[in-house]
């Protein structure tokens, strides 16, 4: 075997692993997290705050997955006339693959305020979608050990219902509230283990 036979094999079993660890981040992310309003409309923002954590505060362990696992309570400002339902997304930008969702939450009633902690959203109308861990429901942050994390709570107001189905994806979401959402804003959590 040649020198450059033996190097390109050696680039090809150097990268293979980093291909795999790659491939198995896949599904977990959420792609592109911009969204746009209906015609002619400007998204206004909406106030999100937790009695969990504070804005670009830690996050306690309960709502991790070192502790109960529970999501934290949030609340956020009223949202502009129109507003049919909201849309929850918690996602960790700073994870290895990219955008890592835990937690896909919509069809929350359009006059809510805030959901209490624990709560799964179903009391206020909401329906869950499928997390990164390929799971419904909330799981919380869960970083590399000794890696900080941030976490955004972000809220969507949006002009509709998203007609629920089984497997609702991060992705799946935004492309079926792109084009509907009238405010949005959101929470910034940290978590390490």
């Not at 992310?29 to 998204?43: F, S």
């Not at 997955?65 to 949202?79: E, V």
């Not at 359009?110 to 997390?131: F, K, Q, R, Y």
């Amino acid at each position: 075997m040649n020198n450059r036979l033996r190097s390109q094999l050696a680039l090809l079993v150097l990268s293979l692993p980093l291909a795999l660890m790659a491939d198995g981040c896949k599904g977990g992310g959420a792609g592109n997290l911009v969204v746009t309003g209906p015609p002619g409309v400007v998204i206004q923002r909406l106030a999100v705050t937790s009695r969990s954590f504070s804005s670009n505060g830690a996050i306690p362990v309960d709502y991790t997955c070192d502790g109960a696992d529970r999501s934290p309570q949030l609340t956020w400002s009223a949202a502009p006339s129109g507003t049919k339902s909201f849309a929850i997304l918690v996602v960790d930008p700073d994870a290895v693959g990219g955008q890592f969702v835990h937690w896909v939450l919509f069809n929350v009633h359009g006059d809510a305020t805030s959901l209490p902690d624990g709560s799964d959203g179903s009391d206020l109308g909401g329906v869950t979608g499928i997390n990164g861990f390929g799971r419904p429901g909330y799981n919380g942050p869960c970083p590399p050990k000794f890696e900080l994390h941030s976490y955004a709570f972000r809220v969507y107001a949006v002009d509709g219902l998203v007609p629920p189905r089984s497997g609702i994806t991060a992705d799946d979401l935004l492309a079926a509230i792109n084009g509907h959402v009238l405010a949005e804003g959101a929470l910034i959590g940290t978590f390490s283990h």
